[in-house]
């Protein structure tokens, strides 16, 4: 059994920018497609974007380019980042390997000034 856990959340600021990244209990990120989800106060989660094992990336269409997917083999972790917060970015994200019905536990991020 493979176990995510991601890493990065906490307080920014509008305007800012933050990296979050997902770790696995064993190197499984050049074998399977990695997803980003979030889940804002009140709504459903949502799938922001994925990137395969070759490394090729896709968004939701919402994601208008302030989300970037990436892959650091040295860290054998995959990352999101975030740019240009907004406060409507405040949510717990998630990574998953659909694969794997596998799902990291979250980690919040807050927007405030």
């Known amino acids: 059994q493979v176990h995510l856990v991601e890493s990065g959340g906490g307080l920014v600021q509008p305007g800012g920018s933050l990296k979050l990244s997902c770790a696995a209990s064993?190197?499984?990120?050049?074998?399977?497609?990695t997803n980003w989800y979030r889940e804002r106060p009140g709504a459903q989660r949502e799938l922001l974007g994925y990137?395969?094992?070759?490394?090729?990336?896709d968004y939701g269409k919402f994601i208008q380019g302030r989300f970037t997917i990436s892959r650091d083999d040295a860290k054998d972790t995959v990352d999101l980042q975030i740019s240009s917060v907004r406060p409507e970015d405040a949510a717990v994200y998630y990574c998953?390997?659909?694969?794997?019905?596998?799902w990291g536990q979250g980690t919040q991020v807050t927007v405030s000034s």
């Open positions: 990137i395969t094992p070759t490394g090729a990336t």
């Open positions: 998953a390997v659909p694969t794997l019905n596998t």
């Open positions: 064993r190197s499984i990120f050049r074998v399977y497609s």
